[in-house]
């Protein structure tokens, strides 16, 4: 394992941002834009930020958000109010400036020569899909997307995927959109119905795991975005290692996107919470 001095770290970017508007989603849920440009003109999708989001001890440790989309000057995060830092990003009000570094980690692979792919999406793992979708479709390849939720009104960016997917299927737990049940009972038929050249798979570790198997026993390359808790966000304190067939790897700096095939799920250093 490589450490401090890579090239992830010397990329990384120092940028104060304003907040140019924080919405409601859905509870516990919500979209902040920020104006950052040259995080927005320079992410790829699949990179994150690490946001100081206030001041004094509890912020002393900055937090990842994905970057949901970027245009022109600005992105889009999408957050879950979890604890001290996402509540406090809940109250941030347009004008409030805060710092970042990014943008960071190892986004979506997307080979040349591929017609077609799969997302799979479930709860928050929409987040780092948008603009994933979006570049997708730019360049001509048909989008799939498998989403689920707890319930209708946390099948968050949904419209971004019914807009760009030439196929988007629902599931929710409560039955309240789509087939009532978890998202990978969506898996096998559109895995069968339209074989996709590479399945691109976000949300609770668990839901992951089960996709990465039926992917992979489909025959089908497949992405994964970890999660990990994380301390520097750049390599240097190892606080985010995820194993792999290669050794332990730093979600931080060699993920969060990992190849589904070389994850060793059962040694899974999961975060609390998710
Ligand atoms: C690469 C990456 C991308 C992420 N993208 C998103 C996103 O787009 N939207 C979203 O809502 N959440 C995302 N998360 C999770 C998000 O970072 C945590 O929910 C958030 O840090 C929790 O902070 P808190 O202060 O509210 O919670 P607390 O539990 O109070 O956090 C306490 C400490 O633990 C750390 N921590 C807690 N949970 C996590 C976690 N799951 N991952 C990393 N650090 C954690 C925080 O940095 C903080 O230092 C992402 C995590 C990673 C690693
Ligand atoms: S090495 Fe510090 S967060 Fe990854």
Redesign the pocket.
Known sequence: MTCAGDSARDRALLERVTVLANDRVSEAVGRVVLEAPRVARSVRPGQ?VHLRIGEGREFI??????I?RAYGDRFE???????????ALSLAERGETMDLIGPL?HGWDMPEGMSHALLVCGG?GA??MGMLATQLAEKGVAVSVAQGAPTAERLVARELFSDVARRHEVATDDGSAGARGFVTALLEPMLADDRPDIVYVCGPEAMQRIVAVHVADAGVSCQVSL????GCGIGACLS?VVSTVHGQKR?CVDG?VFDAAEVLWESAEI????
Not at 61 to 66: N, V
Not at 77 to 86: A, D, N, P
Not at 271 to 274: A, L, R, S
């Open positions: 994150f440790l900055r937090r990842p958000f994905s949901h995060i999408i957050y879950q109010v979890l604890g001290v830092g996402t509540r980690g928050l987040a780092p999660e990990r808790l994380m985010c979600a969060p975060p609390p919470k998710h």
